[in-house]
C-alpha cells in the first residue's frame, strides 16, 4: 500500500464475549455514555455490534492518551481518507491500556505507564479533533489472545467494516504483539482494504526545556539522536514532561495547556473548615503523569476561567479514611470564589482544570495548622506567577 506523509510544524488544527463485564460499571458507563451524552460531534460506542455503529469506516488504532499533537496530525489526515471515501472517520481506543493489563496479570505495577488523560478527557480530545465515532474495546485476556489475523477479520473486517486503516510508524497489534504494518498491509491487499503508515510527528528540539538533572550519557545520546531528526512528539514524551514539572513543554508537545476535567465530586470539606473551599475532581487512575502543587486556571463555572492553586495526587497530610481515601484527586482552591456559586454551587457540575505551572511535589504537613500556612504559601506563590504572565 502507501506511505502516508510525515508531518511537522503545528497541529492540524456483540463485542468479543466477556466483553461488557468491564463496562458493568457506573463510573465507566457514565464516562463513555455510548449514546453522544457529552458531546454532539461524536458516537461512543462499546464494542461495535450496535445499530448505531457505522456500516463502514476509515479507522485508526491505538491508546491514545493525551491525544496529542501526532496523534491530531493523524485524525487530520484519517478524517480526510474517510472523506474522500465517503465513510465515517473512526478511533479504536482500548480501556484499560493494554500495559495496565499485563501489568494486573503479572502482579508488577512497574509494566503499567503513568496515565496522561482521563477516559472522559480522551473522547472529548477525540471529539475535537472531529472524529465521527469512537469504539472503545476493554482490553482483557480474550482481546489479548487475539492472533493478528483474527484481530484483523474479527474486529477490523466483520466487525468494523473497515475500508483505510492508518497506523503509526511503531504499530504492532495481536497475540505477542506479533502482527505489525506488513501484517496488517498483506491482509488489505487480500480482504480489500487501504493501510497507510505514518511517520513519526516532529517539533523542533529548541522549542522543549530539557531539565537541567537529565545530563546522564544516555540522556545526552538521546539527545543527540533528536536533534538530528526533530523531537518525536510521542505520549511517553508528554508523560515524561509531566512528571518532571515541565508544563510548557508540556503544553507545546499537546499542542494546548495540560488539562483534567470531570463532575465536582464532595469531600470531607476540610479544606472549607481551613478557610479554603476546594472543587474535588477524582483522576480515574491509580497513577496520573503529573503529581504535585498547581497554578490553574478553572473553566465551567463563570463567564471567564478562574484561577486557582491545585494539589493533584494523594494529599499525604489527609487523614486517610476520609471519603475520598486512597483516590487521586484533583483538588482546586480558586483564589476568588463566584459569590453566585454559593458554598454548594459547584457540586455535579463538569469542570476543566489547566494545570499552567508546578509549584512544588506533594507534601506531608505535620499538623493542620502547617497545612494551613503552606496552603497560604501557595496561594501567594500562585498570584504572584499568574500576575507576571496572566
Not at 480522551?122 to 482483557?140: H, R, S
Not at 517539533?203 to 544516555?218: C, D, L
Request: aromatic share 8%.
Amino acid at each position: 500500500m502507501r506511505q502516508a506523509p510525515n508531518e511537522r510544524g503545528s497541529a492540524l488544527g456483540d463485542n468479543i464475549q466477556g466483553f461488557n463485564d468491564y463496562f458493568a460499571s457506573p463510573a465507566v458507563r457514565a464516562s463513555i455514555a455510548y449514546s453522544q451524552k457529552d458531546n454532539k460531534s461524536m458516537k461512543v460506542f462499546r464494542g461495535f455490534k450496535h445499530p448505531g455503529v457505522a456500516t463502514a469506516c476509515a479507522l485508526t488504532i491505538g491508546n491514545f492518551d493525551g491525544v496529542h499533537r501526532g496523534h491530531q496530525a493523524m485524525l487530520s489526515l484519517l478524517r480526510g481518507e474517510a472523506a474522500q471515501r465517503g465513510v465515517a472517520s473512526c478511533v479504536l481506543t482500548f480501556e484499560p491500556h493494554p500495559r495496565d493489563f499485563f501489568a494486573a496479570l503479572y502482579h508488577q505495577s512497574d509494566l503499567a505507564p503513568a496515565r496522561v488523560g482521563t477516559l472522559r478527557d480522551k473522547l472529548e480530545d477525540l471529539a475535537t479533533c472531529g472524529v465521527d465515532q469512537t469504539i472503545v474495546l476493554p482490553f482483557d485476556a480474550g482481546l489479548a489472545g487475539l492472533s493478528p489475523q483474527a484481530f484483523i477479520q474479527d474486529v477490523l473486517v466483520s466487525g468494523l467494516g473497515v475500508r483505510y486503516v492508518l497506523v503509526g510508524d511503531d504499530f504492532r497489534f495481536g497475540s505477542k504483539r506479533a502482527g505489525d504494518y506488513a501484517t496488517l498491509d498483506a491482509a488489505g491487499d487480500l480482504l480489500g482494504f487501504d493501510v497507510a503508515r505514518m511517520n513519526s510527528y516532529e517539533i523542533s528540539y529548541r522549542h522543549v526545556q530539557q531539565p537541567e538533572a537529565a545530563q546522564s550519557a544516555e540522556h545526552a545520546t538521546r539527545r543527540a539522536s533528536d536533534t538530528a531528526h526533530g523531537l518525536r512528539v510521542s505520549s511517553s514524551a508528554v508523560r515524561q514532561a509531566l512528571g518532571e514539572g515541565r508544563m510548557q513543554d508540556a503544553a507545546r508537545l499537546l499542542g494546548r495547556p495540560y488539562c483534567i476535567s470531570g463532575h465536582v465530586v464532595h469531600g470531607r470539606k476540610l479544606g472549607r473548615t481551613l478557610g479554603f473551599k476546594t472543587l474535588n475532581l477524582r483522576f480515574a487512575h491509580w497513577n496520573p503523569a503529573a503529581s504535585g502543587i498547581f497554578v490553574v486556571l478553572v473553566h465551567g463555572l463563570a463567564e471567564k476561567p478562574l484561577r486557582g492553586v491545585a494539589n493533584l495526587g494523594v494529599r499525604p497530610s489527609i487523614d486517610p479514611n476520609d471519603v475520598n481515601g486512597g483516590r487521586v484527586l484533583l483538588e482546586t482552591h480558586c483564589l476568588d470564589w463566584p459569590d453566585a456559586l454559593g458554598a454548594e454551587g459547584a457540586y455535579g457540575k463538569i469542570i476543566r482544570v489547566e494545570l499552567l505551572h508546578k509549584l512544588h511535589d506533594e507534601l506531608k504537613y505535620d499538623s493542620l495548622d502547617a497545612l494551613t500556612q503552606g496552603i497560604h504559601r501557595d496561594c501567594d506563590d500562585a498570584r504572584a506567577w499568574l500576575e507576571r504572565r496572566i
